[in-house]
């Protein structure tokens, strides 16, 4: 808490030297609080505010494109809460293809139906600690690259924090790559959204579950396999 009031004395500081004038009323701080649709503090960390969860879920079913590109736009709002948005939203983002007609069928239901199951679900994500074991799960498939940063908890394993999650949408060429591709493919995505936390990471593990792979980086220092996967990574 010291600490955001040492950051927060600096900044108003830093304003007043600079003669940036701030608005009184628009100011809020302390340990929870509500700001942009996102709760700050307290022991979830930071999550979507209860009104804005709510007010998707009572969202009735879209019945044209303008209501459809609505639901998928607050629904990409909280993409970093969810690490498989993109197999979500599959279904109904078929619709916003250029000719394609206008069909609510039982799959789209199925699917919008779905989001409000997880929105009815904790979401939440922890701030980052750089002392603690920092892990990095990742999958891809034909639908798209999905990835979690989590960390562990030091006195307890077993307590897996969320840090950030999301999920990348694939071209046409790379939803036809072979598996070992693919995945490697979905680590390079993993690694360059989760870039903002790994930089400052003293180490940190990342977990596939393709075994080739694994075996691959796991037989020797990196810069001395270069060789042996320079036409993986050159490929994805």
Same mark, same amino acid.
């Given at each position: 808490?010291?600490?955001?009031?040492?950051?927060?004395?600096?900044?108003?500081?830093?304003?007043?030297?600079?003669?940036?004038?701030?608005?009184r009323h628009k100011l809020e701080f302390g340990k929870e609080i509500n700001f942009a649709g996102t709760h700050?503090? %307290?022991?979830?960390g930071y999550r979507p505010t209860t009104a804005?969860?709510?007010?998707i879920i009572n969202m009735p079913a879209p019945t044209n494109l303008t209501e459809l590109r609505s639901f998928l736009g607050c629904w990409n709002q909280l993409r970093h809460y969810i690490p498989d948005y993109t197999h979500s939203v599959s279904q109904m983002q078929s619709l916003l293809k250029k000719d394609t007609p206008y069909i609510w069928d039982k799959n789209m239901q199925a699917e919008f139906e779905g989001i409000k199951q997880l929105l009815r679900s904790p979401m939440g994500l922890q701030p980052f600690n750089k002392e603690w074991q920092t892990i990095l799960f990742m999958d891809y498939s034909a639908? %798209?690259?999905?990835f979690a940063l989590t960390q562990e908890h030091p006195e307890d394993n077993k307590k897996k924090q969320l840090i950030f999650c999301g999920s990348s949408s694939l071209s046409e060429k790379q939803k036809r790559l072979p598996a070992i591709y693919g995945e490697n493919l979905g680590i390079v995505v993993a690694l360059e959204k989760c870039r903002f936390w790994l930089r400052g990471c003293p180490h940190f593990w990342i977990y596939t579950d393709h075994r080739s792979l694994e075996s691959i980086y796991n037989s020797k220092?990196?810069?001395?396999?270069?060789?042996?996967?320079?036409?993986?990574?050159?490929?994805?």
């Amino acid at each position: 808490m010291q600490e955001a009031l040492d950051t927060l004395r600096k900044v108003l500081t830093r304003c007043r030297e600079k003669n940036i004038k701030l608005a009184r009323h628009k100011l809020e701080f302390g340990k929870e609080i509500n700001f942009a649709g996102t709760h700050l503090g %307290g022991p979830d960390g930071y999550r979507p505010t209860t009104a804005k969860i709510e007010g998707i879920i009572n969202m009735p079913a879209p019945t044209n494109l303008t209501e459809l590109r609505s639901f998928l736009g607050c629904w990409n709002q909280l993409r970093h809460y969810i690490p498989d948005y993109t197999h979500s939203v599959s279904q109904m983002q078929s619709l916003l293809k250029k000719d394609t007609p206008y069909i609510w069928d039982k799959n789209m239901q199925a699917e919008f139906e779905g989001i409000k199951q997880l929105l009815r679900s904790p979401m939440g994500l922890q701030p980052f600690n750089k002392e603690w074991q920092t892990i990095l799960f990742m999958d891809y498939s034909a639908k %798209g690259v999905g990835f979690a940063l989590t960390q562990e908890h030091p006195e307890d394993n077993k307590k897996k924090q969320l840090i950030f999650c999301g999920s990348s949408s694939l071209s046409e060429k790379q939803k036809r790559l072979p598996a070992i591709y693919g995945e490697n493919l979905g680590i390079v995505v993993a690694l360059e959204k989760c870039r903002f936390w790994l930089r400052g990471c003293p180490h940190f593990w990342i977990y596939t579950d393709h075994r080739s792979l694994e075996s691959i980086y796991n037989s020797k220092p990196i810069d001395e396999i270069s060789d042996e996967i320079s036409d993986i990574i050159v490929s994805t």
